[in-house]
């Protein structure tokens, strides 16, 4: 798979879905979890959603359990929660894994030249954040405590507002 947008990935009903529907939309990629210190991350990321979704960006969610079993519900139990606690309606796709022999190939793609700081391929813990330009390109990789609002000055470059 040559690009981002040739990837398939799970919606959280487990219907197939080509980021290819994402074309020419700023993406930010996101592995979540719904018991993680970190979980109030929703909120902000709602927030960028409510405030760019109709200028063009796109706040994709993949629930993780890979660190510290966080996100131990099913697909079902992790949209109720997100919905109801942080009023979430970006999109929330099906529990993978981020890391390891069943790496998803989302995430496969997302690691393969965009080490996190320290300069692992390796997802570190959840909310780790990519960010990916209209054309595909990503741009940036946000460690999990990069707040959502720290990432608005290069969202709103990506999206010219």
């Given at each position: 798979m040559?690009?981002?947008y040739?990837?398939?990935?799970?919606?959280?009903?487990?219907?197939?879905?080509?980021l290819?529907e994402?074309?020419?939309?700023?993406?930010?990629?996101?592995?979540?979890?719904?018991?993680?210190?970190l979980?109030?991350?929703?909120?902000a990321?709602?927030?960028?959603?409510?405030?760019?979704?109709?200028?063009?960006?796109?706040?994709?969610?993949?629930p993780?359990?890979?660190?510290?079993?966080?996100?131990?519900g099913?697909?079902?139990e992790?949209?109720?929660?997100?919905?109801?606690?942080?009023?979430?309606s970006?999109?929330?796709f099906?529990k993978?894994?981020?890391n390891?022999?069943?790496?998803?190939?989302?995430y496969?793609f997302?690691k393969?030249?965009?080490?996190?700081?320290?300069?692992?391929?390796?997802i570190?813990?959840?909310?780790?954040?990519?960010?990916v330009?209209?054309?595909?390109e990503?741009i940036?990789?946000?460690?999990?405590?990069?707040?959502?609002?720290?990432?608005?000055?290069?969202i709103e470059e990506?999206?010219?507002?």
């Amino acid at each position: 798979m040559s690009d981002i947008y040739s990837q398939v990935v799970k919606k959280s009903d487990m219907t197939d879905i080509t980021l290819n529907e994402f074309k020419n939309k700023v993406l930010l990629i996101v592995n979540v979890a719904s018991e993680c210190g970190l979980t109030y991350q929703y909120e902000a990321l709602q927030g960028l959603h409510n405030k760019y979704n109709e200028d063009g960006l796109e706040i994709l969610g993949f629930p993780c359990n890979q660190f510290g079993a966080q996100e131990p519900g099913s697909n079902e139990e992790i949209q109720f929660f997100c919905t109801e606690k942080y009023d979430v309606s970006f999109g929330l796709f099906d529990k993978i894994d981020v890391n390891g022999d069943s790496t998803a190939p989302i995430y496969q793609f997302l690691k393969k030249d965009n080490p996190s700081e320290s300069g692992s391929n390796d997802i570190e813990w959840n909310f780790t954040k990519f960010l990916v330009s209209r054309d595909g390109e990503i741009i940036k990789r946000f460690g999990p405590k990069t707040e959502p609002e720290e990432i608005k000055k290069d969202i709103e470059e990506l999206l010219n507002v």
